[in-house]
């Protein structure tokens, strides 16, 4: 079957083709600052367990709070905005018994993002993006929960990629340009979200453009799962992201050495968006603005990255900062390997000719 081309796709490849993008940053920091109650996650929806910290279903419940924030983000110098939706699958609203509207959630949260992304587009002509986010879940494919029955799996395969179609599907009908699987800390959940993209694509019978960030869980450089940035690459480069990169993991200057390594073998565009710093005692991040930027330009420098961005911590201030420090630096040259067979275990390998 051939697809439709993504209009999205080419007009994201020739706005990166001269400048480094720039994409939003973290939601739940925001969220936080305006002190909302009980009362303003729940709405009027009737639910019967409690939704404070349920930042996704405020795309229901006060729409206004969402729109602000990518309000600011696009105000700040953003070209990219991420859905508010990282935990927006039905894995995950079963914590708040919410998982019947999952549907509802994604696609209100697009329109929102849609809606502001196209009234910035209107202002100034440039092209503004929306990146539909599907958070990792809280279950893995690759690892047993329980460490007397290794072979144990609380989900499925097949289930799980009901689970990323169905929050995908109601990205896409809702507006988002790209569905931006992220914070990977298992390949094969990610591998599970790039099959669901895909059927829905066969769907639809158009492209849906995937992105792709993987979150390392300590200073080697490893997701949960065990995989180095190079093989999670080969894991996952037959599905030709439009984007491949790092997010959340630690502040960048942990990400350094991995950023780099990323760059120098993925032929497709490096997106980084890495925390504020380290939390504080208080699970705080005290990283200022200008000190994260500082940093992201360095590999902005380096010719390395292609998009910047911001995790936990980050604010508009930040993005802000960023799109300050990256500004006029050349995008990264996306390379052409040699034609090779590449494999992963937990480690890559190529294969000799």
């Not at 290794?150 to 989900?155: A, F, L, M, V």
């Not at 420098?301 to 910047?308: C, D, F």
Request: proline letters at 5%; charged letters at 20%; glycine letters at 8%.
């Amino acid at each position: 079957m051939t697809l439709t081309p993504s209009p999205a796709r080419a007009a994201l490849l020739d706005a990166a083709a001269t400048r480094i993008l720039i994409t939003d940053g973290a939601f739940g920091t925001e969220i936080q600052r305006c002190g909302l109650t009980e009362a303003d996650y729940a709405g009027t929806l009737g639910l019967s367990k409690d939704q404070k910290g349920n930042n996704d279903i405020l795309a229901l419940t006060k729409p206004e709070v969402p729109e602000a924030i990518h309000r600011a983000y696009f105000a700040a110098g953003a070209d990219i905005a991420e859905t508010n939706t990282f935990s927006a699958n039905r894995i995950s609203q079963a914590d708040y018994g919410a998982e019947g509207l999952v549907r509802e959630i994604n696609l209100a949260s697009a329109r929102l993002a849609r809606k502001v992304a196209d009234e910035f587009q209107a202002k100034d002509g440039r092209a503004r993006f929306v990146a539909g986010a599907i958070g990792p879940t809280n279950k893995t494919l690759s690892l047993s929960p329980d460490v007397n029955d290794p072979g144990y799996r609380e989900i499925d395969w097949d289930a799980l990629v009901d689970v990323y179609h169905e929050q995908a599907a109601a990205l896409v009908e809702g507006g988002a340009d790209f569905i931006l699987i992220e914070t990977v800390f298992d390949t094969l959940n990610a591998k599970a979200g790039i099959m669901a993209v895909r059927k829905l694509e066969q769907e639809l019978g158009r492209e849906v453009p995937l992105m792709l960030s993987m979150t390392l869980t300590d200073l080697s450089g490893r997701n949960l799962s065990g995989h180095t940035v190079e093989a999670f690459w080969y894991a996952v480069r037959h599905a030709r992201p439009l984007t491949v990169g790092l997010n959340c993991s630690f502040g960048a200057a942990q990400l350094r050495p991995h950023v780099r390594s990323l760059s120098q073998i993925a032929d497709t565009l490096i997106m980084v968006y890495p925390n504020a710093g380290l939390p504080n005692e208080l699970g705080q991040y005290d990283e200022l603005p200008e000190e994260t930027a500082a940093q992201l330009r360095e590999w902005a420098e380096a010719g390395q990255v292609n998009a910047l961005g911001g995790c936990c911590g980050s604010t508009p201030d930040h993005i802000a900062a960023i799109a300050r420090a990256a500004a006029n630096l050349p995008p990264r040259t996306v390379p052409q390997p040699e034609v090779a067979t590449r494999l992963a275990g937990l480690e890559p390998f190529v294969m000799a000719a």
